[in-house]
Each structure stands twice: as C-alpha cells, then as structure tokens.
C-alpha cells in the first residue's frame, strides 16, 4: 500500500508563482521517451495558464540532465524545483541521479484537464521552500494537493505500468487481444480506461521506462518488461492505432 498524506484542507494555500517554466522538446537524446512524459502533461500547463500563471516554454542547461543515457528534462521547473511526471524512480533516487535537490515527481491521472487532485511526492533532498512552491503552483491550477510517500512509480502509474505488462503478455500468449483486453478491463472492474489503450496514451516508451525502474527498485520478476512491450517500443508501434 502507497501511504498518503493529504494536505489541502489542512495546510494553509501557498502563494501561487508567477511564472513556471514547461519543457516540450524533440530531437534531443532520449526524446521518445521526455515526448511520452511531455504528452500527459500538457494539459497541466493548460490550466496553469487559464489561471493566468505566466507559461514560459524553455530549455533550462541547469535543469537538463543525462542519465543512464537519456535526456531528463522535467516537465516543469519552478522556483528552482524540478517537476517531473513519476518514471518508476522514487523523487528522492532521481533528485540523486541528476544532482538536482529540490526535484518533486507526481503521478498518472486519467485527465489532468478535468482532474480535481493531483498526487506528488518530494525527495528527502527537497527544501521546504521549493516544496511550497510547487503546492502552489498546483493549487493556482486548482487542484487539491495529495503528498504521497516517496516510493517508486507512486500510486496510478506503478498500477497501470504492471497492468499494462500483464495484459501485453496475455495478447502475446494469445489469450485474446488488445481490444478485448482492454473491454475486460473496463466492463469486468469498471476501469475507465483499459490498460493497453493507457499505455498508448502515456506512450510505450513511458511504461517501459516504468517498468525498469520499478525492476531495478524491487528486484521482483512480475516488473520485467512483456515481449511485446518491448516489440513494440522498438518498432515505434501501438496497441490501437
């Protein structure tokens, strides 16, 4: 279980910046895979800008990072913060990995246009300050604000990424399709989305990338990537087209 610890509602609101920082970028290393982060997010710098927070699209040197041979950009940067959607590394790894501390990861939501919450976590390195920031850059954006324990993947994209490996198996084994996967899915448990039509839309790269990290956190076999996830990836393919 994801421990969680709500704070709007109880913490006072922060001050609201006045600009943030958004990185959409192609045609760097790594760039499938920042794309696949960068395409669920867009909705985010959407609704900042409705709320009249100043958006500046920019490559920032000090915030750009290589590591384990692919580009790290975060989604947003604010007040010296780093925000990236979750990769499966937990905030506090990957403010070590690119020597950034003040890095905050949140998670998958269905729809960040219409989302109510969005859920985040700090790394340990992470200054009160940039922290608060953060909070309030999101709660500009009028979202409640869920902190969630650091661990790696967090709550929605930990539990989509191994959903989507399971249901990717299942079609490689024939058991059924990708479509019927997903109606499964979405008729058997209610699910609003079926895992593998998720998958296409966070991108393959994306739940790959999970799924690694996630591996090289827990050392378990049930996060080793699907052979046809990995196809997939490498043939620049989807489950649905």
């Known amino acids: 279980a994801v421990a969680a610890e709500r704070w709007s509602g109880t913490e006072p609101p922060q001050p609201r910046p006045e600009y943030v920082g958004y990185t959409t970028e192609a045609g760097v290393p790594g760039a499938g895979l920042h794309a696949a982060g960068a395409s669920v997010t867009e909705a985010l710098a959407a609704r900042l800008s409705a709320a009249g927070i100043g958006i500046e699209h920019r490559k920032t040197p000090e915030t750009r990072h290589h590591v384990a041979g692919h580009d790290d950009a975060p989604a947003f940067h604010c007040a010296g913060a780093a925000v990236y959607l979750t990769d499966g590394r937990s905030a506090t790894q990957r403010a070590a990995d690119n020597k950034h501390p003040d890095t905050i990861v949140f998670d998958l939501a269905l729809d960040y246009a219409g989302a109510k919450r969005i859920a985040i976590a700090r790394a340990d390195q992470c200054a009160d300050s940039a922290y608060r920031a953060v909070v309030g850059m999101l709660q500009a954006a009028g ?32 058991v059924c399709s990708a479509a019927g996967a997903d109606t499964a899915m979405q008729k058997g448990v209610n699910y609003p989305r079926g895992p593998l039509a998720w998958a296409d839309a966070v991108g393959i790269a994306q739940i790959v990338r999970v799924l690694h990290h996630l591996a090289a956190s827990y050392g378990e076999d049930r996060y080793r990537v699907a052979p046809l996830l990995r196809r997939k990836l490498a043939s620049g393919g989807r489950f649905h087209e």
Request: net charge negative.
């Open 143 to 174: 979202f409640s604000v869920t902190r969630l324990d650091d661990v790696p993947g967090l709550a929605v994209m930990r539990t989509v990424a191994m959903l989507a490996n399971e249901a990717a198996d299942a079609v490689n084994q024939g």
